[in-house]
């Protein structure tokens, strides 16, 4: 029973320690950043997109302000997001705020 514990120990410390093992993580962790940065991508359009269509309107019900805000802004901050969509939505901030749906 040592001598197998012993055995499995060597070869996870020789997996842990081989290059391969490292440039899967390295791989796995660039294919996550990816996802990340299209995801922030299409928040971004998203958000400038709807955010023009308010703008242009002169105002903004609560639901889509909520959504804007809630679903689509709050969480493309959090990813790094910033700059144009910031500036979207601080004029959207400024629009007078209409009851019910579009």
Known sequence: MENWL???LTVVCAVIASSGF?????????????????????????????????????????????????????????MGGNGSAKRIMQIINTLPIQNGSA
């Open 6 to 8: 012993q055995m499995t």
């Open 22 to 78: 490292w440039a899967y993580l390295q791989a796995r962790r660039e294919k996550k950043d990816d996802k990340t940065r299209m995801l922030v991508g299409l928040a971004h359009d998203r958000i400038l997109s709807l955010g023009m269509q308010y703008i242009e309107r002169g105002y903004i019900t609560r639901d889509e302000y909520e959504n804007l805000y809630e679903y689509l802004y709050r969480p493309y901050e959090k």
